[in-house]
T-cell receptor, first 111, second 113 residues
């Protein structure tokens, strides 16, 4: 069964605007971690942000924030003030004994 | 600097040959992972290891083998039994399986010729 779902295969955003990348997850465990990674065309995986299932506040890291809605089982990534260098694949992941990854969202930032 | 090193970056293999991808980490992490990524797709787990001398199959283990004789090393062998081995392979490690983030290597791009 799919544990991580990213429903947006591709998205466009205008430079300097904010964008939200969707992620939903499926687990009955109470303790888990949620992550977002960025993968530029070079292939490396860059860690962006982490949210623990017991964290009450949404995680933030610079221009990245994670909109965590536990009851809805969603962990959307919000990128504020998009930059051209944000164009990449973005993966949502859940740590639950091992790591489960979504299928990714390809973000294109337009000048 | 601590990190994960994968080698080689590019690898070409003839059909019917086994090939081994290297993954070394100096982060003192217990858990290590191998993922396969096909073009435009997500990451699929091949094998993972939580401790030395122990490893478990992931979702697509057929045609692959691993070993974990040392904490810092987790090599992946792509055997001739793997029908479609051309892909991008990523190695990762974390403090332990569970809630800690995974650190990734730069990846190895394997092409069967």
């Amino acid at each position: 069964a799919q544990k991580i779902t990213q429903t947006q295969p591709g998205m466009f955003v205008q430079e300097k605007e904010a964008v939200t990348l969707d992620c939903t997850y499926d687990t009955s465990d109470q303790s888990y971690g949620l992550f977002w990674y960025k993968q530029p065309s070079s292939g490396e995986m860059i860690f962006l942000i982490y949210q623990g299932s017991y964290d009450e506040q949404n995680a933030t890291e610079g221009r990245y924030s994670l909109n965590f809605q536990k009851a809805r089982k969603s962990a959307n990534l919000v990128i504020s003030a998009s930059q051209l260098g944000d164009s990449a694949m973005y993966f949502c992941a859940m740590a639950l004994g091992k790591f489960y990854f979504g299928s990714g969202t390809k973000l294109n930032v337009k000048p | 600097d601590g990190g994960i090193t994968q080698s080689p970056k590019y690898l070409f293999r003839k059909e019917g040959q086994n090939v081994t991808l290297s993954c070394e980490q100096n982060l003192n992490h217990d858990a290590m992972y191998w993922y396969r990524q096909d073009p435009g797709q997500g990451l699929r787990l091949i094998y993972y290891s939580q401790i030395v001398n122990d490893f478990q199959k992931g979702d697509i283990a057929e045609g692959y083998s691993v070993s974990r004789e040392k904490k810092e090393s987790f090599p992946l062998t792509v055997t001739s039994a793997q029908k479609n081995p051309t892909a991008f392979y990523l190695c990762a490690s974390s403090i332990q399986t569970g809630l800690s983030k995974a650190f990734f290597g730069q990846g190895t791009r394997l092409t069967v010729v």
